[in-house]
């Protein structure tokens, strides 16, 4: 049975476990169970961890310097930025248009929240401009100390330089540049093996997930759920691979196919980052994406190409305006776009991450950060979907530029 098979299987099988927990919760056999599916998913997200900034690092730096000696790299940087933008805008446009199409959180009875939107705690205002500083200052920093903090964008930013550099150097840095070439080889092989345990690690987390979260709070804030999870599912079975399709060359039915493992992995852990050694070894292996431009576009699409929390934030700030009663001017909404976007590109790839950043969307047009004490108890079921629309775009743009990046070679202009 091949990889994709077993995932997919042991996906249900997690999802069904799941339910059965949440039927009998006080059972003994059902502490038991938690217990070990949580030992499962630690080594299975565990493992996928250690990876992250090791892979991260070396990928781009050995990306970064065959792109720049093929000559590559202005265009391939280019195509990734405009790709990464046009597909975020895309995301956000579809979720305003839905959020107003469907009226979210018009009628629904605010007083349910207000205990919950009391007791809450806000975090230290979030501005855009504090934002950006501290993008600025937490990006700026040791490379040894984004190394041992697990700093994805900084260990990025230290990368690309360090890849530069090799080319610039030429023939005096040939033995950094191979040790880097092998080491990255390395990494992935680690990679194909945590891919061995991906079923049991998704089956433990599939099944802890459905047991622990309350899914009966879904049913009080179903239609924006239900709208937000159906927007974002278009966005990833229409958009992108029409997009896939026209720019890339690819049929949507062999990128989902080749994708598959990285994309349930990102359901199930909701976490971008920790998915990012799948989603690489994916494009590569499966959809043929050539190893430079794997190792450059997916670990900054990772950190920087949210299109599934982009569209989360904008429809989840109109849900919390409709719900105040608030009319939002287009220029309000225009800003939550903007500063929806700035979010997504600041979040990092974690569960829950945009919840963080939504504060900051929120206050951009002066509503309540407390509010999102409401979206707190549905936030780890929505994010399951987000985080693999995410994910799926970072993919997607590694072909479409990938594709781009080889007319070239072949047509030199
Ligand atoms: N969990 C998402 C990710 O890792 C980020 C978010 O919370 O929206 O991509």
């Known amino acids: 049975m091949n990889l994709n098979t077993q995932i997919l299987i042991a996906a249900i099988a997690g999802v069904g476990l799941g339910l059965l927990l949440t039927s009998y919760p006080q059972a003994d056999f059902a502490q038991t169970t938690l217990y070990v599916l949580g030992i499962l998913s630690s080594i299975f ?6 990876l992250l900034i090791p892979l991260i690092f070396s990928s781009i ?18 195509i990734t930025a405009l790709s990464c933008v046009t597909t975020t805008t895309l995301a956000l446009i579809l979720g305003i248009s839905c959020a107003h199409l469907f009226d979210v959180g018009k009628g629904v009875d605010i007083t349910l929240f207000q205990s919950a939107m009391q007791n809450h705690q806000t975090p230290d205002t979030l501005t855009p401009s504090s934002f950006l500083t501290n993008f600025i200052q937490n990006t700026l920093i040791n490379p040894f100390k984004a190394f041992s903090e697990g700093n994805v964008l900084a260990v990025v930013v230290f990368a690309l330089f360090l890849g530069v550099a090799l080319v610039k150097g030429g023939e005096r840095f040939n033995t950094v540049r191979q040790l880097s070439q092998q080491f990255f080889e390395m990494m992935m092989m680690l990679v194909s093996w945590v891919m061995k345990l991906a079923p049991l690690g998704i089956f433990a987390l599939l099944a802890k997930l459905i047991a622990t979260e309350d899914l009966s709070v879904l049913s009080r804030l179903a239609e924006f759920a239900f709208v937000v999870t159906g927007t974002t599912i278009f966005h990833g079975l229409v958009v992108l691979p029409t997009l896939l399709w026209i720019f890339g060359k690819m049929n949507p039915l062999t990128f989902f ?17 920790a998915t990012m050694p799948l989603s690489m070894r994916c494009a590569q292996e499966n959809l043929g994406v ?17 299109d599934g929390t982009a569209l989360y934030e ?17 220029t309000q909404q225009f ?10 590109l600041g979040a990092p790839g974690i569960p829950s991450a945009g919840m963080v950043t939504m504060i900051m969307v929120l206050q951009s047009v002066g509503l309540p950060a407390e509010a999102i ?13 987000r985080t693999v629309v995410n994910v799926q ?21």
């Open 393 to 413: 775009g970072d993919m997607m743009i590694s072909v479409v530029v990938d594709r781009y990046a080889k007319q070239t070679e072949i047509e030199p202009s």
């Open 257 to 273: 196919r080749g994708a598959r493992a990285a994309l349930v992995t990102a359901f199930a852990t909701s976490s971008s980052s």
């Open 290 to 306: 050539r190893p430079q431009t794997a190792g450059f576009v997916i670990p900054l699409g990772t950190q920087l190409n949210m």
């Open 45 to 50: 997200i565990g493992l996928l961890k250690m």
């Open 373 to 385: 004490a409401i979206l707190l108890p549905i936030d780890r079921l929505l994010d399951t979907v």
């Open 335 to 344: 800003i939550v776009c903007l500063t929806a976007m700035i979010a997504s």
């Open 314 to 330: 904008a429809a989840a700030a109109l849900f919390i305006a409709n719900l105040m009663g608030l009319d939002l001017s287009l």
């Open 61 to 78: 730096v050995v990306g970064v310097s065959n792109l720049q000696a093929g000559g590559e790299f202005g265009r391939v940087w280019k």
